[in-house]
């Protein structure tokens, strides 16, 4: 594959999606210079011991990088993520410092090796909330390695990020590769993936900070953008990738259904059939193991149903009004419901044109059911934040 640089003038500037002219971004170095700030308020405000630290390495990863890129683009996108991301990772991986998820995933790895299911026994979990595991089965595995589940967690979502990159923009590259007639493609440095705002965001504190505290999200966020690059011209790849992701947390299921739009009649069958035979077998056995077990876990605690609840409490509408009471919590859950059938709707009468159409209708989802949550993050704004800098980056 010939690959060639892109003019200058065109790497400083961003393509309206519109086909209008192209929008000039504000200089690097600012936004280098304000995430180095953030990062320095989130080491004073965070409450976690993972976060402080990586809210002092990630301030002077970005200062570092808001300066170099005054000399060198490049150079300043590689010192922001690895000041911000790589560098913080390997301190809290060597001083086993975490978010309390990855405990969560290591110890549901080691009780899939010795019972067959990541799920206790006992049907209510006794302790404190990180007693239970509100993933699905296939998080598990990431747990079963011995290596610290970040270091995974981060590897495939880079891969999978590299490939959406350059299946999204290239789709006839993909084709090609198959066909032994790569050597017959030209992209620039644009094409096979990353730049403008895609590139500031995959170097932002938003991606950034999950890969070094533990961003069990990452993984699922990875597959999700591969799977919708591939589902029009490769259904079959697409279902078993989002089959893959589906079977980690229930934040895939959305891109799963959306997918299914794009790959058309002929496709239709191929992608429903791969995404159930990975899926089938991997949530059904657990479920069928301890049914009681696996409806606690991953279905009545992350709607807060049970008698110890998710911290997770970021003053959105949803778990403003799940603090209301019972009352309250039923509103928010019912106004989520009515976004899901909405979305739905709106997917059958009008469905997407292609991945970039696709990707932004489930930022959009995942946007409001953050909001209608009744617990949710922050940290959840990771997955329409991400779906939309990437269908920047899709032209086929």
């Known amino acids: 594959m010939t690959i060639t640089a892109s003019p200058p003038d065109a790497r400083r500037t961003t393509p309206c999606p519109t086909g209008g002219p192209p929008r000039r971004l504000p200089p690097e170095p600012l936004w280098f210079a304000a995430f180095a700030v953030f990062a320095g308020v989130f080491a004073v405000a965070a409450g976690p ?23 060198s683009r490049t150079a300043g996108r590689g010192c922001a993520f690895a000041g911000a991301a790589l560098v913080p990772l390997v301190v809290l991986v060597a001083t086993g410092t975490a978010q309390e998820e990855v405990a969560v995933v290591v110890r549901s790895g080691a009780h899939l090796l010795r019972h067959g299911t990541p799920y206790p026994a006992s049907a209510v979990p006794a302790g404190a909330y990180t007693a239970y595991d509100p993933y699905l089965p296939g998080m598990a595995v990431f747990g079963t390695t011995g290596l610290d589940p970040r270091l995974l967690f981060t590897a495939v979502f880079a891969v999978a990020m590299a490939l959406a990159g350059l299946v999204g923009r290239c789709g006839r590259v993909w084709d090609g590769v198959g066909r032994g007639r790569v050597g017959r493609a030209r992209v620039g440095w644009s094409g096979v993936g990353w730049g403008g705002l895609p590139v500031l965001v995959l170097v932002s504190p938003v991606v950034a900070l999950p890969v070094a505290v533990g961003g069990d999200d990452l993984p699922v966020l990875g597959l999700s953008c591969l799977g919708l690059a591939l589902a029009r011209r490769h259904p079959g790849w697409a279902g078993t990738v989002l089959g893959v992701a589906a079977t980690l ?74 603090g209301l009471g019972p009352a309250g919590h039923a509103v928010a859950l019912a106004l989520l419901g009515l976004t899901a059938v909405t979305i739905a709707a709106w997917l059958c009468l009008r469905p997407p044109r292609d991945a970039a159409d696709a990707a932004r209708r489930t930022a959009l989802g995942f946007g409001l059911a953050i909001c209608l949550l009744p617990a949710t993050r922050w940290g959840y704004l990771l997955y329409p934040t991400v779906l939309a800098a990437w269908s920047r980056t899709v032209v086929a």
Do not use: Q
């Open 49 to 71: 011991a993972a976060h402080r630290t990586w809210g002092v390495i990630a301030a002077a990863g970005y200062a570092v990088a808001a300066g170099v890129s005054t000399v």
């Open 249 to 322: 947390k229930p934040t895939a299921w959305p891109v799963l259904v959306t997918a299914l739009f794009l790959t058309g009649r002929s496709g239709a069958p191929r992608y429903v059939g791969t995404a159930a035979a990975v899926l089938v077998p991997v949530i059904g056995v657990p479920a069928l193991l301890d049914p009681a077990a696996f409806l606690t876990n991953v279905v009545l605690f992350p709607l807060g149903l049970t008698p110890v609840t998710s911290p997770a409490d970021s003053p959105l509408p949803g778990h403003l009004l799940a």
